[in-house]
Structure formats: structure tokens, C-alpha cells
């Protein structure tokens, strides 16, 4: 397991436990996080489960494939720190991640 902390656009937080393996996306959704509605499932088909990487964290992650930067262009408000959640595998490296779900996801 690994710890994931979400923080909502009106700054309340909410830290789950992922499996290893499964995505940040799927953590989200097995926890009744709101704001990643996720509707491709995880096919890189829809930029629904668009979150901000926290800048510290970023660095760790592996870099989004040209497919998820592709699928990014696609989401509103990206920022330099954009990240699809269904892409970001989680690791025990990842215990603390924490991501921003965008206020335009609500
Ligand atoms: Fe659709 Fe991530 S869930 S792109």
C-alpha cells in the first residue's frame, strides 16, 4: 500500500490507500474521491482523470509517454504540472504523492 493525498480545489485534502500497482486514477475511484470522473476507464481516450502533480513529487514520477501528452492537450486548465492520474502507476516510491484535482473537473 501506498499513501495518496488529493486536494480538492476548495483545499480540503483526502489521503487514501492504493494498491501498488493500480493507478492514481483507480485509487481515486476505489475511495470515492470526486473530481477524476475517469469516463475512458483508463483508455487514454478522454483527459478526465486530469490532476496537478505537486511539483516536489513530479520529478519521481516516469515521464508521460507521447500518447498521455497527446491526451493532455485535450484537458482544461493544463499547467506544467498536468498529469492524466490513469497513467501514474502507483509504487511504494510514490507513498506521499500528492495531487490537485483541477476546479474545472466539477
Ligand atoms: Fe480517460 Fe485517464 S481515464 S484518459
Not at 14 to 31: E, L, Y
Not at 35 to 64: I, M, Q, R, S
Amino acid at each position: 500500500m501506498a499513501q495518496i493525498t488529493f486536494r480538492q480545489a476548495d483545499g480540503t485534502t483526502q489521503t487514501v490507500d492504493a494498491n501498488i500497482g493500480d493507478s492514481v486514477m483507480r485509487a481515486a475511484q476505489d475511495n470515492g474521491v470526486e473530481g477524476l470522473a475517469a469516463e475512458c476507464g483508463g483508455c487514454l481516450t478522454c483527459a478526465t482523470c486530469h490532476a496537478y502533480v505537486d511539483p516536489a513529487w513530479l520529478v519521481k514520477l516516469e515521464p508521460a509517454s507521447e500518447e498521455e501528452q497527446i491526451m493532455i492537450e485535450c484537458a482544461i486548465d493544463v499547467r506544467p504540472t498536468s498529469r492524466l492520474t490513469c497513467q501514474i502507476l502507483v509504487t511504494e516510491e510514490l507513498s506521499g504523492l500528492v495531487v490537485e484535482i483541477p476546479a474545472s473537473q466539477y
